[in-house]
């Protein structure tokens, strides 16, 4: 007995030949036939950002004398009282890199910290102590390592308009990297290096003798 054979409805071959020719374009054959049809579904990023406003000018008076780079590794923790991790919790391992400058303000000086004798061979100065400016974290060189989220954090981020925001993260390195730059002498490079901007500065200008001394900020 034989088999009737069993013929494809028209509505299968249509499809079928659609699949066909989908699968070809997509597959290379649509680069040669033709060009550039890459570049259709792709994404094309437009800066549509208005002019940057001046919003004040303020005129700097003091000599950064010395900066310093650090780099520390964030391990930050949040976890509810009564749910477990993977509930509600987050964990971020951050590297975050920034720079801290010192400075020496010398629009501090007054009449009474510079000295300088008749003949305008010796000059004596009085400056405050050197200050350390604010951390800048350097976005390019700082980075999330890994991120640990429970469930119901990463539902929150579905919703949030800023999600998976490393703002908190980021704020712990500042601090971390502050700290570090109290620690580390860096006030202390930015002195000297004033010092001798001042000494080389005055010595070329004639004066013999240049003695430099430093106050608090208060006296």
């Not at 510079?114 to 974290?137: E, F, I, M, W, Y």
């Not at 908190?168 to 580390?184: E, F, L, T």
Request: neutral net charge; charged residues 25%; without cysteine.
């Amino acid at each position: 007995m034989t088999t009737p054979v069993r013929r494809m409805p028209g509505w299968a071959k249509a499809v079928a030949a659609l699949v066909l020719v989908l699968a070809v374009l997509f597959a290379g054959i649509r680069l040669a036939v033709l060009p550039g049809i890459k570049d259709l579904f792709g994404t094309e990023t437009k800066d549509r950002s208005g002019p940057a406003l001046l919003k004040s000018i303020q005129d700097m008076s003091r000599y950064d004398a010395a900066s310093g780079n650090f780099q520390v590794v964030v391990d930050l923790d949040k976890d509810a009282k009564f749910l477990p991790d993977a509930v509600r919790g987050t964990r971020t391992l951050y590297v975050g890199a920034g720079t801290v400058d010192a400075y020496v303000d010398l629009g501090q000086l007054g009449d009474k910290d510079v000295s300088v004798n008749g003949d305008r061979t010796s000059a004596t100065l009085r400056l405050p102590h050197a200050s350390l400016g604010k951390p800048a974290l350097d976005p390019d060189h700082s980075y999330a390592v890994s991120k640990q989220r429970g469930l119901l954090d990463r539902l929150g981020d579905l919703f949030s308009d800023n999600p998976n925001s490393e703002q908190a993260v980021q704020k712990v390195a500042v601090r971390h990297i502050g700290d570090a730059a109290r620690s580390s002498g860096l006030t202390a490079r930015a002195e000297t290096n004033t010092t001798s901007m001042l000494q080389g500065l005055l010595h070329s200008l004639g004066f013999e003798e240049v003695r430099i001394s430093y106050r608090t900020s208060s006296g």
